[in-house]
């Protein structure tokens, strides 16, 4: 398929995922069934022309004053990738498969409109009713850093040290690009293009022998950040899928006791392959069987309870464009209930001096500093580790990583535009002894 031929088929998406209101994977998925003859290159190219529509769905409405499938994509073509009216031109010459020639409202508005006046929301590309909770937490900034939320994201992996080293895998990996991550230690990053083509990580002989995992730098970090060692009862409490799970083992070292739990046992299903695969052997997977706690055995013996909380994923919104757009104020109110559910939940288990490590990949003040003031006043008995002390896992780069994040009496949050990685918020909290 030519580039202009590209171009039409993402129209076409666009339209259909707006008219049919269908999730945008689930039209791109349809568009390869009917379309067979499209190779992999034209699939990946028109998915990333789809998404970066979707990244932009409000700001580029409003540079072509037109909220139309084509005008949206003409409209992404200037902001995102960062073409002029000639280019865009070039690419609508009304051939075959071709978009129809620009239209003189059209080259108008490519030349001359800019978001100069757009409101916080349409220059930010979030939802109009996020507009408050973002300027709590963001203030003036809250277009620039919801901006970096729109913007695409790396390929991050992080090494399992259970099985290799950094330094080794920077070489081995090197043909992908991997370059090592500026936070963790243990990250390496990938940086993808415009089209969404997968690296096609999951069939690397490093990722098949579990030397490493695929998982968000911020991710990595709020592992790392709960300080878990060799040795100690951790408790995984919202394992899902097993992605922080994996990192506290290897940060254990395979000394300890790690175990592994999540109210919904369909989501802990691939944890069993993913453990098995890095190599993990000290680690306790307990699915919820019934009415009875999983936990009922535990109490007040855990060093730390890790809370991987269940949130709105506001903070991988780069990653996930099209939830950003289907995110409605009645999801919030639940998560935030689930939250403060699940943190009473842990307070039994953690012993005198132990401590509850509570994530979020958000960036709402909701569910992470006034979630924590919540609780704090519900539990006099723990108190916020200072955030020095917490970061300290990061050595020499501590200090610089608590300069760019945005720091609280509650806890820290990254962010896209401050660290370059997912939005997520980490509290560490230490019961009295
Ligand atoms: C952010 S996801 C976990 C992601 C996972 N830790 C990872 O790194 O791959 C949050 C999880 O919390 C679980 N969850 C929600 N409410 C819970 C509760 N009250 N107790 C335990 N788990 C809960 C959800 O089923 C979901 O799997």
New binding site residues.
Partial sequence: MTPAARLSAAIELIDAIDSQRVPAAKALKEWGTAHRYAGSGDRAAIAGLTWDVLRRRASSAWLMDSDTPRARVLGMLKLERGLDAAAIAALCDGGRFAPEPLSNAEQAALTSRTLDDAPPHVAGDYPEWLDGELAAVFGDDRVAEATAMASRAPLDLRVNTLKAKRDKLLGSLAHLGAKATPWSPLGLRIELGADARNPGIHSEEDFIKGAVEV?DEG?QLA?LLSGAKPGEQVI????????????LAAMMQGKGRLIA????K???APIYERLSRAGVHNCDIRTPKGPNDTLSDISGSADLV??????T?TGTWRRNPDAKWRMRPGALEVRLK??A??LD?AVPLVKPGGRIAY???SVLGQENGAQIAAFLARHPEFAVVPLQQTAAVLWDKAEDFLAAALVSEQGLLMTPRRTGTDGFFVSVMKKAG
């Fill in positions: 998982q991710s592992a995984d409490l919202c394992a899902g899928a097993g992605g922080k799970t994996l990192a739990t999540d109210h919904d369909r989501q802990l890790l809370i991987d909380a269940p949130c994923g689930d939250q559910e699940v939940r994530v979020t990949c």
